[in-house]
């Protein structure tokens, strides 16, 4: 027993701290898409799973990176704290019913349907590129390698799917939507776009902010998510990656007969650890190594900008890091850090505890407006930044233009939709 715990011991406590985020929802009666809660169940259950040390890349931190990465989860934690402090939970003014009621839907599956054609646009061109849908080809890791150069508007499109199911699935709730034709084509093409998009580029990334997308607006605009459900959604998360992952034959693997047990679920461990090995990696460089320069906060803007291409730019002239973290690489072929060893190079020691805090600050703010302005566009943003929020072990969001993109997007699409009602109204 006490090999288990010297062992296992951060496991162990990460493990209590995801059964307590599981059972407070679930004994109180709250909604586990707090972003607190989000925040530490997704942490705590990424670093327990990457403590087990299924392989030997995963070393244990040092004391500045428990630092790093437990000053960070307390002072998200803490922002949400001092915002219900500030902002008491029962003194919330009536639910703002005239917003939903000038909200106009039509212009929205309008903007919806725009959306989806130029996702199809992008289908088409990258369907002529490679010949086939990617998925029939017999060497799909190398039509899914950054080699092949699809074209931005391409690319773009493709990846922009999750955008076109927010968009379509915001609209399928009857409780928001009186229109019933429009929400029920929103609901089948929300599952098409799916379907479609794992066929033509299988992705992880694109799969799970679809699917992730969809259960945070059930979960605000139809009803709360039993726990029961959320553990199963996980359970099924983990097959689904191994499936895709098997089909991009990504990971040195040239078939699926290939693959044997062991190394197939060795491919969702190594996802979610390599993320916590490269963060210690990075956080402690020797002093005569460093393995990247401070960037005086600059890069944090990248991706606001992306698209202008001046901070692809600045990165080459400076040399640092673009988005595959070419000087992270402990291990070959596993590059990402989560988002503190971003925020870290930016911001130094600093950042690591000032960020998480206005970030948790922001997201408890815009979680207890939508409790009181039923706006569809509050209910996008925080849609797509709760999930980003939750998948922070892996991705800082907004170092990537098209996460930018896509909150433009939305607050000016929406935002047009209530404009153009209000004048309608006159």
């Known amino acids: 027993m006490y090999d288990i715990w010297d062992n296992y011991s951060v496991s162990i406590v990460c493990l209590v701290a995801v059964i307590f985020c599981l059972w407070q929802t679930w004994y109180l009666k709250k909604d586990f898409f707090v972003p607190a809660n989000v925040y530490v169940f997704a942490q705590c259950l990424t670093l327990g799973i990457a403590y087990i040390k299924f392989d030997p890349a995963m070393?244990?931190?040092t004391s500045k990176t428990w630092m790093v990465w437990g000053g960070a989860l307390f002072s998200f934690v803490l922002g949400s704290v001092v915002y219900y402090l500030v902002n008491p939970r029962d003194h919330?003014?009536?639910?703002?019913?005239d917003v939903a009621s000038i909200y106009n839907w039509r212009l929205h599956f309008i903007f919806s349907i725009v959306l989806m054609?130029?996702?199809?646009?992008?289908v088409a061109l990258m369907i002529k590129k490679v010949g086939t849908l990617i998925i029939l080809t017999d060497n799909i890791s190398?039509?899914?390698s950054s080699d092949v150069d699809y074209g931005a508007f391409t690319s773009t499109a493709v990846a922009s799917s999750p955008l076109v199911v927010l968009f379509f699935m915001v609209a399928s709730f009857k409780s928001v939507n009186p229109y019933r034709g429009i929400r029920i084509f929103s609901v089948v093409?929300?599952?098409i776009i799916i379907a479609l998009t794992?066929?033509?580029?299988?992705?992880?990334?694109?799969?799970?902010l679809s699917l992730g997308f969809i259960l945070i607006l059930f979960n605000n605009l139809k009803a709360r998510i039993p726990i029961r459900v959320i553990v199963g959604a996980l359970l099924v998360a983990v097959v689904l990656f191994v499936a895709v992952a098997l089909f991009r034959s990504q990971y040195g693997t040239n078939s699926l007969q290939g693959m044997v047990a062991k190394q197939a679920m060795s491919i969702p461990y190594r996802y979610v650890a390599n993320n916590y090995w490269n963060l210690d990696y990075m956080l402690n460089s020797p002093p005569d190594d460093e393995r990247h320069p401070f960037t005086y906060g600059?890069?944090?803007?990248?991706?606001?900008f992306e698209y202008t291409t001046i901070p692809g730019a600045i990165r080459k002239s400076m040399g640092w890091d673009g988005m595959f973290n070419e000087s992270v690489n402990k291990v070959p072929a596993y590059n990402t850090t989560g988002y503190l060893w971003e925020v870290y190079k930016d911001w130094g020691i600093a950042g690591t505890v000032l960020f998480p805090f206005f970030v948790s600050l922001f997201m408890t703010f815009l979680y207890e407006r939508m409790k009181e302005a039923r706006s569809p566009g509050l209910w996008m943003l925080f849609t797509i930044f709760?999930?980003?929020v939750g998948w922070w072990f892996f991705l800082a969001g907004y170092k990537f233009g098209m996460f930018w993109l896509w909150v433009y997007l939305v607050i000016a699409l929406t935002k047009i939709c209530e404009q153009k009602k209000v004048e309608h109204a006159h």
């Open 59 to 61: 070393t244990d931190f």
């Open 92 to 97: 919330h003014s009536k639910v703002d019913t």
């Open 117 to 122: 054609l130029a996702y199809f646009v992008g």
């Open 142 to 144: 190398k039509w899914v």
């Open 189 to 191: 093409m929300s599952f």
């Open 198 to 208: 794992v066929c033509v580029y299988p992705s992880r990334t694109s799969l799970f």
């Open 298 to 304: 600059i890069d944090a803007l990248n991706g606001m």
């Open 386 to 388: 709760l999930y980003y």
